[in-house]
């Protein structure tokens, strides 16, 4: 019977891109999907990921405990990678209780789940779940923000500055606090922004992407000089493998592609992109399209992810530059256009 892994959050950007490179690369584990198909999911993503044997789908919400509960006495579930989070900052400022119902209260749930499947007491691992695992996605923005130099380490206090960024402060210290109370076997990794295929709209470089080709003003918070280190989808899938198999258990590892960019540097690369890849009809730049708008609230100023222990330890290295990873991701996006708003 092969193993069953559980998957949260498997319909949006990250979880959908993990769970078709895990499927293929892990034919011997079955994969099961657990999403509520918030706006941010895609029924794109679950079509593509209908072809494979080793998959199922599960519709629910890791807020309700009953559900979550349910899951876990329906299979023998044997590892969880845990993706499901509210992620957009604008959101967790205009409504920060959905953050915390599901990236605070979800989290809780599945940890519970778990501890409760794998465990007969504190430090006392059921007889057959000794490899169990339960893998924690998380955020550089849980450091809070840098200054012109410096980079987030495993050891960096946190410092979260809005909404979304402290629910997922909680839920990070809610993992460890299940390794060090009761023993769950648990990793977690912090990863910079990500990019590429399968990107909700509603981020930075596919709406760029889309109001581009709409041709309409494309929005730029502030001066435009916030830095980000931008990792490439694929390239955190790999990651979230390695830690998932070999991480030492209650051990943080930080992902990050070395990719700092300001976010007017990549609104102008896509722009010098669209020019070259899709040129417009007025002979015009996409470039001009370029609007400056007001700086939203607490907009942090830079981050930038140390990634030395996993590349130490777990011997793992990006494979994407930025600028190979903002091609294919351009390229991806015109030839799926129904993935932009």
Not at 236 to 242: E, Q, R, S
Not at 248 to 277: F, M, P
């Amino acid at each position: 019977m092969p193993e069953t892994i559980l998957v949260t959050g498997g319909a949006g950007f990250i979880g959908s891109n993990f769970i078709e490179y895990f499927c293929r690369k892990y034919p011997q584990y079955h994969v099961i999907n657990f999403d509520k198909l918030t706006y941010a999911a895609n029924q794109g993503n679950l079509r593509d990921l209908a072809q494979f044997a080793n998959y199922s789908f599960v519709q629910g919400d890791l807020a309700d405990k009953d559900a979550v509960n349910a899951l876990f006495a329906a299979h023998q579930i044997r590892g969880v990678v845990h993706f499901a989070a509210e992620s957009h900052v604008d959101n967790s400022i205009k409504n920060p209780g959905a953050f915390i119902s599901s990236n605070l209260v979800g989290t809780f749930n599945l940890l519970e789940a778990a501890r409760h499947a794998w465990m007969e007491a504190p430090h006392q691992v059921k007889s057959g779940c000794e490899s169990c695992r339960f893998h924690h996605i998380s955020t550089d923005e849980v450091y809070g923000t840098l200054g012109s130099e410096g980079s987030f380490s495993e050891t960096t206090p946190y410092a979260p500055n809005s909404p979304y960024s402290a629910s997922k402060a909680g839920s990070d210290f809610l993992v460890r606090a299940y390794f060090h109370t009761y023993g769950l076997n648990v990793t977690t990794s912090n990863c910079s922004n990500n990019y590429g295929p399968r990107q909700h709209s509603e981020k930075l470089i596919p709406h760029t992407i889309s109001m581009a080709l709409k041709l309409k003003p494309i929005p730029v918070y502030g001066n435009g000089l916030n830095v980000r280190d931008w990792l490439y989808v694929l390239d955190h899938c790999k990651a979230v493998d390695l830690i998932f198999h070999q991480g030492a258990s209650g051990e943080t590892y930080n992902v990050g592609g070395r990719n700092e960019v300001n976010n007017i540097t990549i609104v102008k690369t896509i722009c010098a992109l669209l020019d070259e890849l899709e040129p417009r009809r007025d002979d015009k730049k996409y470039g001009e399209l370029i609007t400056f708008v007001t700086d939203r609230p607490g907009h942090d100023f830079r981050y930038a992810i140390n990634p030395n222990k996993i590349c130490s330890e777990l011997h793992w290295a990006p494979d994407e530059t930025f600028a190979s990873g903002i091609r294919k991701t351009v390229e991806w996006y015109l030839s799926h256009r129904d993935f932009l708003a």
